[in-house]
Every structure is written in C-alpha cells, then in structure tokens.
C-alpha cells in the first residue's frame, strides 16, 4: 500500500470531528454537569504535549487545553487557563472538573481498554 491521503483515510488516520459527551463532577455537594467535546488524539495533542515539554509547562494541562474543544474543535481552554497563570484571581480549574475532563479525554480515546 502506498501512503496517501486517500489511503490513511480509508484506514481511518484521520481524528475527524470532535466527540460530543456529558461530564459530571461535584462542587462542594452539589453535581454539576455540561456537555462537552473532545478532540480524540491527534497532531494538535502531539504537539501541545512537545511544547509542554519543551517550555517546562504542565503537560496535563497542555493535555486538556489540546483536547477539550468546541463544537468546531476550536480549543477552549489554554494550558494557562487550567493552571491558573492566565488569571491568577480565578485560579486554576476546579480539581474535580479537572478529573472529570481527564477522564473524558481518556474514555474517547480508549485509554484502559483492551482490543481483542
């Protein structure tokens, strides 16, 4: 097989739109939800956690920043935003949010799960 755009597409290479899905997590005692899209793995992740690496950043934070997009998957977050460096008087995202979203990224991207 030669490698061509249409072949990787054919094999399913490409990440293609991001996956809608439903989050919940806990503030104090009250459960709070959203729906949410995540971008499965791709260059843009690749690159995020390269960067991270590179600048001596949070590479979770580049993780999710990379990952937790829009409807367009254009990324919502910066890696700033999830650690708090963009506005130190909001602080870093929520430890439960923060769990709930790891869990997501690894749920559309099979983390845990073994093929047969």
Known sequence: M??????????????????????????????????????PLSYQSAVSDLTSLNQKKDALAGRIAASIVDEDGKPIFTPDDITGDADPARGALDGNLTMALLNVIGEVNGAGKTKS
Do not use: C, H, Q, Y
């Open 2 to 39: 030669n490698l061509t755009i249409d072949s990787l597409n054919d094999m399913g290479a490409f990440t293609g739109a991001p996956v809608e899905k439903e989050i919940t997590w806990k503030k104090g005692k009250e459960e709070l939800k959203a729906t949410v899209f995540v971008r």
